[in-house]
């Protein structure tokens, strides 16, 4: 059974949160994770997506490069978080291999 430092569980979950179109299984298998794993951690912190906005609400629609640069603002903070996960979990087991 390995033991992940809490930063490491914080920031997964973060990751899961910060992607609505993926899945538990996706975000689990993209850091090496077990699926129930990183399930359990994301029930612990309480995480719960939004469904939708609500009815009523009107918004104006954005203009397509409005859209565009949200999509890839979006995406660059993903990419940042992804990065940063990985740098802190390379550093992790770094430190625990001892040759």
Do not use: H
Not at 22 to 39: H, K, Q, Y
Not at 44 to 63: C, F, H, I, L, N
């Amino acid at each position: 059974m390995k033991n992940y430092p809490p930063q490491f569980k914080a920031d997964a979950v973060a990751l899961y949160e910060s992607r609505p179109e993926a899945t538990i299984r996706s975000v689990a298998a993209d850091l090496g994770l077990n699926p129930e794993t990183l399930r359990n951690w994301v029930r612990a912190a309480g995480v719960s997506r939004p469904r939708g906005r609500r009815a009523g609400a009107s918004v104006e629609p954005p203009t397509a490069l409005e859209a565009e640069n949200a999509t890839l603002r979006k995406r660059i903070g993903e990419l940042e978080e992804e990065r940063e996960i990985l740098r802190k979990a390379a550093k992790y087991f770094a430190g625990e291999t001892r040759w």
